[in-house]
């Protein structure tokens, strides 16, 4: 006598054959990832706060993503500085802070307007100290434009190089005085990342006894 297949029971067998690979499968991703991951030394993370300015958190995750290439860390935090301070532009920031210096011998003054969207974010310490950075740079540096859209088209006519042009007079694309791996952009979307506001460089004027323009 012939015996009758059961199909149902064929049909379960097969389904619970299959669950168990995608579960096998699965449990072999999860091992392999988690020894893929690099965990951050403290070194490390120190390392690339002195370097970006961001916090413990953000440092830590950069380094893993990146397997403890500082170098490559810095750039994910760079790329997501931009992001945030994309995101961020669209919202309306009418706190802030002016900052003055007035340089040894009173030859010499900044006046500068930085604006964030919160009175407690413009009292803090790292919005002030990029404040008072940033009145030291102009100084040092004398830039005649905040960015490159405030350029007038007369000022480059016979201009061959615009972007040394714009690197030399435009605040926000030169280098930082303290640290010229970085632009004055990267200080400020570096900040930007780390409070979580918009905050941008609205004015400045710098004066200089005997100078007039």
Same mark, same amino acid.
């Given at each position: 006598?012939?015996?009758?297949?059961?199909?149902?029971?064929?049909?379960?067998?097969?389904?619970?054959?299959?669950?168990?690979?995608?579960?096998?499968?699965?449990?072999?991703?999860?091992?392999?990832?988690?020894?893929?991951?690099?965990? #951050?030394?403290?070194?490390?993370?120190?390392?690339?706060?002195?370097?970006?300015?961001?916090?413990?958190?953000?440092?830590?995750? #950069?380094? /893993?993503?990146?397997?403890?290439?500082?170098?490559?860390?810095?750039?994910?935090?760079?790329?997501?500085?931009?992001?945030?301070?994309?995101?961020?532009?669209?919202?309306?920031?009418?706190?802030?802070?002016?900052? #003055?210096?007035?340089?040894?011998?009173?030859?010499?003054?900044?006046?500068?307007?930085?604006?964030? /969207?919160?009175?407690?974010?413009?009292?803090?310490? /790292?919005?002030?100290?990029?404040?008072?950075?940033?009145?030291?740079?102009?100084?040092?540096?004398?830039?005649?434009?905040?960015?490159?859209?405030?350029?007038?088209?007369?000022?480059?006519?016979?201009?061959?190089?615009? /972007?040394?042009?714009?690197?030399?007079?435009?605040?926000?694309?030169?280098?930082?005085?303290?640290?010229?791996?970085?632009?004055?952009?990267?200080?400020?979307?570096?900040?930007?990342?780390?409070?979580?506001?918009?905050?941008?460089?609205?004015?400045?004027?710098?004066?200089?006894?005997?100078?007039?323009?």
């Amino acid at each position: 006598m012939k015996r009758r297949i059961n199909h149902g029971m064929i049909d379960v067998f097969v389904i619970s054959i299959t669950i168990l690979f995608i579960v096998y499968g699965l449990v072999l991703f999860l091992r392999n990832r988690k020894g893929n991951e690099m965990k #951050a030394s403290m070194d490390d993370i120190k390392e690339l706060r002195e370097l970006t300015s961001c916090g413990v958190i953000e440092c830590k995750k #950069a380094l /893993e993503e990146a397997r403890g290439d500082i170098n490559k860390a810095k750039e994910i935090l760079l790329k997501r500085g931009l992001e945030i301070a994309a995101k961020k532009s669209g919202r309306v920031a009418k706190e802030g802070r002016v900052e #003055a210096y007035a340089h040894l011998g009173n030859k010499l003054a900044v006046l500068v307007e930085v604006n964030c /969207e919160t009175d407690f974010v413009a009292r803090s310490e /790292e919005f002030c100290t990029f404040t008072k950075d940033l009145v030291l740079h102009i100084a040092a540096i004398n830039p005649k434009y905040i960015k490159k859209e405030d350029v007038p088209a007369d000022a480059l006519q016979g201009v061959k190089d615009k /972007e040394t042009f714009y690197k030399e007079n435009c605040l926000l694309e030169q280098p930082f005085v303290r640290d010229p791996k970085k632009t004055i952009r990267d200080c400020l979307n570096e900040l930007v990342a780390k409070i979580g506001e918009n905050i941008f460089i609205s004015r400045f004027v710098r004066y200089k006894v005997g100078e007039t323009g």
